[in-house]
């Protein structure tokens, strides 16, 4: 397809970057700390790191691998944590040694757990003692050799860590009891990796840098290859895009989406650590309040989030209060953000929400709109640099302009298959070299995309497709709504009929309310036939709703 989104492209992002200027993760690493040494690199819970006290931390991990356990290069290291600074000490650790990390869901069930940890193949953990219990149901059924645990206070430094500690374990009662036999305590692990000396490793592009798991919400969890040239060339992409926006060594951006997750990983660990920029990890951003009390404590130059996180912060009263003056970029990923939400974010925070896209398969970032962009548009954006497009039809066959299809992407920063599953793998790729998302798009004369929905999400009502997303944003910007999803179920009359599930904000809106407001924006066919107010819509930890869950049916308890 003719690159004709270049016409729109920000002043100063080339069409295409330089992948090569790091040749792994542990090189940019190791520039970064170099360069910002005495920087803060990261905050949690007022604790905080420098860059140079990054680097001796993660070398001692890194040397308790090598020396203490003598793990060769290319052993999985699972991290199985919130934002905590223990995951960027890990993580930095593992990726420096040659290792390759395995990022593992803190909220897995046993089951879930037993399969990403069987099917990646790794030998080595570090769990937080809160989810202890659930390795210890089926650790004896794993290849796991080596265990390390650690608490919630284990770096803030004492007394605040046997404060955090006590009231965790004894006062909130956090920590179920566990017993891992030969369990070693994260502290001990970095003592005993003080002992000895970081031995440098020969990394390269196409080493494995991490397995990424996907797809657990549409079926069994594949583990995603990300090589370390993959996640280089996409924080080369990102950075690109904002450069013009930022000032290296004063970015302060706030973290509230989990480390583990592909979006807050790529986009804020690595990307800003590129700049020397202070990570705010925030452990749980679930706790809106206290998230907001934390916002209050710095005056933060970005943030990035989910469509449902930047929902409920809008709905704090506390948030409107905060200073946004240093603010300048907003970023929403990982599902559609809603028009309703971006206008009263631009509202309170003076700043637009801007849109990306992306998947854990392509590192994850193809698309992001403008950061000036004045006003919210609808679209993913435009395709980060050295990024191809192709919108496609069943049959594989390019469309044109306006035209609907699949989503389709060719870069550098796209993975190269899933881990030991060729078939899965070949599914997943055109004869000539794209990935296939999944998601319907279409491409405007100005280069913009838009997502329709995901294929499997689309509604058929008589013959006409309804796409859940257009639906969900009209009722979202019914001032009594506070969430909305739409799904599909079987009609006796038209095949399928719209449902939604709506958490109210208004408790007296009623379903006339919203059939009446929604008749005014969507056309017969596309108005909700069936609505049904739920308390609170059921979500995976980064903060997607589950569309799969309602279409299974009430929780327990329900009807």
């Given at each position: 397809?003719e690159?004709?989104?270049l016409?729109?492209?920000?002043?100063?992002?080339?069409?295409?970057?330089d992948?090569?200027?790091?040749?792994?993760?542990?090189?940019l690493?190791?520039?970064?700390?170099?360069?910002?040494?005495?920087n803060?690199?990261?905050?949690?819970?007022?604790?905080?790191?420098?860059?140079?006290?990054?680097?001796?931390?993660?070398?001692?991990?890194?040397?308790?691998?090598?020396?203490e356990?003598?793990?060769?290069?290319?052993?999985?290291?699972?991290?199985?944590?919130?934002?905590l600074?223990?995951?960027?000490?890990?993580?930095?650790?593992?990726?420096?040694?040659?290792y390759?990390v395995?990022?593992?869901?803190?909220?897995?069930?046993a089951?879930?757990?037993?399969?990403?940890?069987?099917?990646?193949g790794?030998?080595?953990?570090?769990?937080?003692?809160?989810?202890?219990?659930?390795?210890?149901?089926?650790?004896?059924?794993?290849?796991?050799?080596?265990?390390?645990?650690?608490?919630?206070?284990?770096?803030?430094?004492?007394?605040?860590?046997?404060?955090?500690?006590?009231?965790?374990?004894?006062?909130?009662?956090?920590v179920?009891?566990?017993?891992?036999?030969?369990?070693?305590?994260?502290?001990?692990?970095?003592?005993?990796?003080?002992?000895?000396?970081?031995?440098?490793?020969?990394?390269?592009?196409?080493?494995?840098?991490?397995?990424?798991?996907?797809?657990g919400?549409?079926?069994?969890?594949?583990?995603?290859?990300?090589?370390?040239?993959?996640i280089?060339?996409?924080?080369?992409?990102?950075h690109?895009?904002?450069?013009?926006?930022?000032?290296?060594?004063?970015?302060?951006?706030?973290?509230a989406?989990?480390?583990?997750?592909?979006?807050s990983?790529t986009?804020?660990?690595?990307?800003?650590?590129?700049?020397?920029?202070?990570?705010?990890?925030?452990?749980?951003?679930?706790d809106?309040?206290?998230?907001?009390?934390?916002?209050?404590?710095?005056?933060?130059?970005?943030?990035?989030?989910?469509?449902t996180?930047?929902?409920?912060?809008?709905?704090?009263?506390?948030?409107?209060?905060l200073?946004?003056?240093?603010l300048?970029?907003?970023?929403g990923?990982?599902?559609?953000?809603q028009?309703?939400?971006?206008?009263?974010?631009?509202?309170?925070?003076g700043?637009?929400?801007?849109?990306?896209?992306?998947?854990?398969?392509?590192?994850?970032?193809?698309?992001?709109?403008?950061?000036?962009?004045?006003?919210?548009?609808h679209?993913?954006?435009?395709?980060?640099?050295?990024?191809?497009?192709?919108?496609?039809?069943?049959?594989?066959?390019e469309?044109?302009?306006?035209?609907?299809?699949?989503?389709?992407?060719?870069?550098?920063?796209?993975?190269?298959?899933?881990w030991?599953?060729?078939?899965?793998?070949?599914?997943?790729?055109?004869?000539?070299?794209?990935?296939?998302?999944g998601?319907?798009a279409?491409?405007?004369?100005?280069?913009?995309?838009?997502?329709?929905?995901?294929?499997?999400?689309?509604?058929?009502?008589?013959?006409?497709n309804?796409?859940?997303?257009?639906?969900?944003?009209?009722?979202?910007?019914?001032?009594?709504?506070?969430?909305?999803?739409?799904?599909?179920?079987?009609s006796?009359?038209?095949?399928?009929?719209?449902?939604?599930?709506?958490?109210?904000?208004?408790?007296a809106?009623?379903?006339?309310?919203?059939?009446?407001?929604?008749?005014?924006?969507?056309?017969?066919?596309?108005?909700?036939?069936?609505?049904?107010?739920?308390?609170?819509?059921?979500?995976?930890?980064?903060?997607?709703?589950?569309?799969?869950?309602?279409?299974?049916?009430?929780p327990?308890?329900?009807?």
């Open positions: 397809m690159k004709i989104w016409k729109n492209y920000p002043a100063g992002v080339p069409a295409e970057v992948v090569h200027e790091f040749s792994s993760l542990g090189d690493f190791e520039q970064s700390v170099r360069k910002f040494g005495e803060t690199a990261f905050v949690c819970m007022g604790k905080s790191i420098t860059y140079a006290e990054l680097d001796r931390l993660s070398a001692q991990f890194a040397a308790y691998l090598q020396c356990l003598g793990l060769p290069v290319g052993t999985r290291v699972a991290l199985m944590m919130p934002n600074l223990q995951y960027p000490v890990a993580m930095f650790g593992a990726l420096r040694a040659g390759t395995v990022n593992v869901n803190p909220l897995y069930t089951r879930e757990l037993e399969h990403q940890l069987k099917d990646s790794a030998e080595v953990i570090v769990i937080l003692e809160n989810f202890a219990h659930t390795l210890q149901q089926v650790i004896q059924r794993l290849p796991l050799k080596h265990v390390v645990v650690t608490s919630l206070g284990a770096m803030l430094g004492f007394p605040k860590s046997a404060i955090v500690n006590f009231v965790v374990r004894r006062i909130k009662k956090m179920p009891s566990w017993q891992l036999s030969g369990s070693v305590d994260f502290a001990a692990v970095l003592r005993q990796g003080s002992r000895h000396t970081l031995k440098p490793v020969e990394v390269g592009h196409d080493d494995i840098a991490y397995l990424q798991y996907t797809g919400t549409t079926g069994v969890a594949k583990g995603a290859v990300l090589t370390h040239g993959n280089v060339a996409n924080l080369q992409q990102a690109a895009w904002i450069k013009p926006f930022l000032h290296e060594g004063e970015e302060v951006i706030i973290t989406l989990p480390l583990y997750h592909i979006f990983l986009a804020n660990c690595l990307t800003f650590f590129k700049i020397g920029a202070t990570n705010v990890l925030i452990t749980n951003p679930r809106i309040p206290g998230f907001v009390k934390e916002l209050a404590k710095y005056r933060f130059t970005a943030i990035t989030g989910v469509n996180l930047f929902n409920a912060l809008l709905n704090n009263p506390d948030f409107a209060k200073d946004f003056s240093a300048r970029i907003s970023l990923g990982g599902m559609s953000v028009q309703a939400v971006a206008e009263k974010w631009k509202k309170i925070t700043l637009p929400l801007i849109e990306a896209y992306g998947l854990t398969e392509t590192s994850p970032a193809v698309t992001i709109n403008p950061l000036d962009l004045p006003e919210f548009n679209a993913i954006g435009l395709p980060v640099p050295s990024t191809e497009i192709s919108i496609r039809d069943d049959d594989g066959v469309q044109p302009v306006g035209m609907r299809g699949e989503l389709c992407v060719r870069g550098p920063q796209v993975t190269r298959g899933y030991n599953r060729p078939d899965d793998t070949a599914r997943a790729f055109t004869a000539d070299g794209f990935l296939r998302t998601d319907i279409v491409i405007d004369e100005q280069g913009f995309i838009r997502i329709v929905d995901r294929k499997k999400d689309m509604i058929l009502v008589s013959g006409f309804v796409y859940p997303n257009e639906v969900e944003d009209v009722i979202a910007s019914h001032p009594g709504v506070m969430e909305v999803a739409a799904i599909g179920v079987p006796e009359h038209s095949g399928e009929a719209v449902k939604v599930f709506v958490v109210r904000k208004d408790p809106l009623t379903e006339a309310d919203l059939r009446a407001f929604c008749r005014e924006s969507l056309t017969g066919y596309k108005v909700p036939h069936l609505i049904e107010f739920r308390e609170e819509l059921p979500k995976t930890n980064v903060g997607k709703i589950l569309r799969r869950m309602l279409r299974e049916g009430p327990p308890g329900q009807s």
